[in-house]
């Protein structure tokens, strides 16, 4: 790429000229920062300490600039990647820095190659350095990186909030506003972070934040709360660490004022402290929010809802679509709004009137989509649903459906222009023009539902990727045009996609859908969260452990959630769930899977659970975490399906098929252990063997009937076998004179003493018949 290849010439050029001239030098009470005459970043020292962090024969230029080309996904074969991975300048002419000059707060770095010349007010304060880009003088440009920081030394990177550092020292270079981006390049020995600022969203009045801090495990949070209320960001940093972070939450799927309480029985059965619901359950649709026929008294009828669960103790959240509008809201029919957004424009090559089902453009329509329910021509205040084209001349949208989604048909003249719609992927959804005001005046609506039915704990940003490029700013530019009108501010926010300024606003990430049936929650679970949960630590973030689904299905045993909850206490995240308590008792085991959910919750959030035990459930090497978009998860449950195309980490990741339970034991404190399944295929019952470090010389065994109660035979003559339901309760047993019949419904415990895991598991595979009992 562009970037890359300058970047080379640029550490050569740099390398092999003397500095002449006094350097630059800005100072924090943390890092000093010095840049060469030649524009070179020649040194970043650790303060008190000075450890450089630079390497000093491979200086690189403070900044470059881009004219003549264009920014282009780096991975434009990867499913969603223009909106998840970086973009890059291809083409056109790249120019390093040449020059810089310092004259007091003001530093001027100069572009020869280019003929420009960038002008910085760089302000020092005790725990940052702050350069804003006041003005590009001289020849235009694209783009322009700056601060262009090559480091050593510092292995843990965090590349959501542009963070890298070891264990004694960081660094972070950040955005001070919504329209500057931040980016890291990563080899194994070191790591690049820039500042980037682009013509198309402004270039001037861009601001980039720099600061080091020791004890950055410790104290990067701090600084970056500094930072933050300095430059009126939202408190990332200051939400990061508040309990609510912690908190798991369970989704309403459909609450009204009339079965509220059915939900709220069914958080707290499952510990959680949180019920979200989705604006799709009081309103038509997304856009104007117009009140449902489940609300009838609107506003009044939710506030309802809210108060109920506040009263119940328990804390609310919300959440939104708020990029797009539903196909059936009125920004979309009858009228069309002029600021729904246009993917494409063409031009009419000839008149057409109300009835021609053929319309003909200049341009070639090649490229188009030809997904179902995303064929939508807006041609002014009509929409027209096309079935094909001809990217042939005479260039055509052929089998036009005029007047589509209840729009008037009507003729267009000559040269009139008209455009492709942006119709969502999920084609439900038409999606905003960011460029126009129609974002803030949805935001402004979603302020007002918020604020007169709150206060929320949380609120979902659903469809943060449904914007148009450049996606680095209209994904954080328009999740902050909603949060700004969020009063309070919710301190727990969460999205699928985040872009670098997200941090402020974004403080949990990210769920997934539900993708995989309940078998396969597990491995769903191994390559999906736990690898970004992993990677996230890094970012000073939790995600959650979500969507969860499948509480109503059989498949969907006890063991199932108590894996799924158990990794996500390895990195202290939450879950969430989605469940209809109308639903729920078709899984006979429903009630087991909430216990073992509540079990996993109070202990975490009550502190109960170690760093050693935590660290003891993490199935993913430091070295293996890594971020998994949402846009990934189907095609890597595919691969698991089909056991093809993963890759070396995906399989070691697989290859870990620890499992752990977390029980209350005799004395009432909570007791963690590694379990191993007993496979008793056929049969009526799932088992897991366990032992205790109190009782070494005694095998446990957590099991549970399928479905209703069985009666289980095992051939144990003697008392050396005990039952018991919950844990420390023992449940009669029957016996004979060669063997034990314990009936088995819910999680129960067996224990067989003075019994290995082997021995007992051979009990249990010899068991007698297992006879059904109250089953149906």
């Given at each position: 790429m562009a970037r890359n290849t300058w970047l080379v010439a640029a550490i050569l050029l740099c390398a092999s000229l003397p500095a002449s001239g006094e350097p630059i030098v800005f100072e924090t009470q943390s890092l000093r920062l010095t840049i060469d005459e030649d524009g070179a970043v020649r040194s970043l020292v650790s303060l008190p300490k000075g450890k450089e962090y630079v390497r000093a024969d491979a200086p690189i230029p403070f900044a470059a600039v881009y004219r003549g080309g264009r920014s282009v996904p780096s991975s434009p074969e990867k499913y969603a990647g223009e909106m998840t991975e970086r973009w890059v300048y291809h083409g056109g002419q790249t120019s390093p820095a040449t020059h810089a000059a310092r004259q007091g707060d003001e530093l001027r770095v100069k572009f020869a190659d280019a003929r420009t010349t960038a002008v910085f007010r760089v302000t020092a304060k005790p725990d940052y350095l702050a350069f804003e880009l006041r003005a590009m003088e001289g020849e235009p440009v694209d783009r322009i990186d700056w601060l262009c920081l090559k480091l050593v030394d510092l292995p843990n990177r965090g590349a959501w909030v542009n963070l890298a550092f070891g264990e004694q020292f960081g660094v972070c270079l950040c955005a001070g506003n919504v329209r500057t981006n931040a980016e890291m390049d990563q080899t194994s020995d070191n790591v690049t972070l820039r500042a980037v600022s682009e013509r198309e969203v402004g270039l001037e009045g861009t601001v980039a934040v720099l600061f080091g801090c020791s004890d950055p495990r410790n104290r990067f949070l701090d600084v970056m709360s500094v930072v933050e209320r300095d430059f009126g960001m939202p408190a990332g940093a200051d939400n990061r660490r508040r309990p609510g972070q912690r908190l798991s939450y369970l989704w309403a799927s459909r609450p009204t004022p009339e079965n509220i309480d059915e939900y709220i029985h069914l958080a707290k059965r499952g510990g959680f402290r949180t019920i979200l619901f989705s604006y799709s359950s009081f309103s038509a649709g997304a856009g104007h929010f117009k009140w449902n026929a489940a609300y009838p008294n609107g506003m009044a009828d939710l506030k309802k809802v809210t108060d109920s669960i506040r009263q119940a103790g328990l804390k609310v959240g919300l959440h939104i679509h708020y990029s797009k509008a539903h196909k059936t809201d009125a920004y979309v029919t009858p009228v069309p709004d002029a600021r729904l957004h246009l993917v494409r424009e063409f031009t009419l090559a000839e008149a057409i009137d109300a009835a021609t089902g053929t319309i003909p453009v200049h341009e070639n329509p090649a490229g188009c989509t030809l997904d179902k329910g995303r064929r939508i021509l807006k041609i002014g205040e009509e929409l027209a649903a096309y079935e094909d084209y001809r990217?042939?001349?005479?260039?055509?949208?052929?089998?036009?459906?005029?007047?589509?989604?209840?729009?008037?048909?009507?003729?267009?003249?000559?040269?009139?222009?008209?455009?492709?719609?942006?119709?969502?992927?999920?084609?439900?959804?038409?999606?905003?023009?960011?460029?126009?005001?129609?974002?803030?005046?949805?935001?402004?609506?979603?302020?007002?539902?918020?604020?007169?039915?709150?206060?929320?704990?949380?609120?979902?940003?659903?469809?943060?990727?449904?914007?148009?490029?450049?996606?680095?700013?209209?994904?954080?530019?328009?999740?902050?045009?909603?949060?700004?009108?969020?009063?309070?501010?919710?301190?727990?926010?969460?999205?699928?996609?985040?872009?670098?300024?997200?941090?402020?606003?974004?403080?949990?990430?990210?769920?997934?859908?539900?993708?995989?049936?309940?078998?396969?929650?597990?491995?769903?679970?191994?390559?999906?969260?736990?690898?970004?949960?992993?990677?996230?630590?890094?970012?000073?973030?939790?995600?959650?452990?979500?969507?969860?689904?499948?509480?109503?299905?059989?498949?969907?045993?006890?063991?199932?959630?108590?894996?799924?909850?158990?990794r996500a206490a390895a990195w202290d995240c939450p879950i969430s769930l989605r469940a209809e308590p109308s639903k729920i008792a078709s899984n006979p085991r429903w009630e087991d899977c909430l216990d073992a959910l509540r079990t996993w919750e109070d202990a975490r959030l009550e502190n109960h659970l170690s760093d050693t035990q935590r660290q003891m459930l993490r199935n993913v090497r430091p070295e293996d975490a890594h971020y998994v978009p949402c846009y990934d998860q189907r095609g890597i449950w595919e691969n698991i399906q089909a056991n093809r195309d993963l890759t070396p980490v995906q399989r070691r990741i697989l290859a870990d098929r620890r499992e752990h339970h977390l029980f209350a034991n005799e004395q009432g404190e909570y007791e963690l252990v590694p379990i191993i399944e007993v496979p008793l295929e056929g049969t009526a019952v799932k088992a897991y063997a366990?032992?205790?470090?109190?009782?070494?010389?005694?095998?446990?065994?957590?099991?549970?009937?399928?479905?209703?109660?069985?009666?289980?035979?095992?051939?144990?003559?003697?008392?050396?076998?005990?039952?018991?339901?919950?844990?420390?309760?023992?449940?009669?047993?029957?016996?004979?004179?060669?063997?034990?019949?314990?009936?088995?419904?819910?999680?129960?415990?067996?224990?067989?003493?003075?019994?290995?895991?082997?021995?007992?598991?051979r009990v249990l595979l010899d068991a007698g018949e297992v006879v059904g009992k109250n089953n149906g």
């Open positions: 990217s042939e001349p005479p260039y055509v949208f052929t089998g036009c459906e005029r007047g589509h989604l209840g729009t008037s048909a009507t003729g267009h003249a000559k040269a009139e222009r008209l455009g492709l719609l942006d119709v969502d992927t999920w084609p439900s959804f038409v999606r905003f023009d960011q460029n126009t005001d129609i974002q803030d005046e949805v935001a402004q609506r979603i302020g007002e539902i918020y604020r007169q039915t709150g206060p929320y704990e949380m609120v979902y940003f659903d469809g943060a990727e449904d914007v148009h490029a450049p996606f680095w700013y209209h994904v954080a530019s328009a999740q902050q045009r909603v949060f700004r009108q969020l009063e309070p501010p919710p301190p727990v926010c969460e999205s699928a996609l985040y872009t670098h300024f997200s941090w402020h606003m974004i403080t949990r990430s990210n769920a997934y859908d539900i993708v995989a049936p309940a078998e396969g929650m597990k491995d769903f679970c191994r390559l999906m969260p736990c690898p970004t949960a992993a990677e996230r630590t890094k970012d000073f973030s939790r995600i959650e452990f979500g969507w969860l689904g499948r509480l109503e299905d059989p498949d969907a045993s006890p063991d199932v959630w108590e894996y799924v909850i158990s366990f032992q205790r470090a109190s009782r070494p010389k005694d095998t446990y065994v957590l099991i549970w009937a399928v479905d209703g109660e069985v009666e289980l035979q095992l051939p144990v003559a003697d008392d050396s076998l005990s039952a018991m339901r919950p844990f420390g309760t023992e449940i009669p047993l029957r016996r004979t004179a060669d063997k034990t019949v314990v009936t088995i419904g819910g999680r129960s415990y067996l224990v067989f003493k003075e019994r290995g895991s082997e021995e007992t598991k």
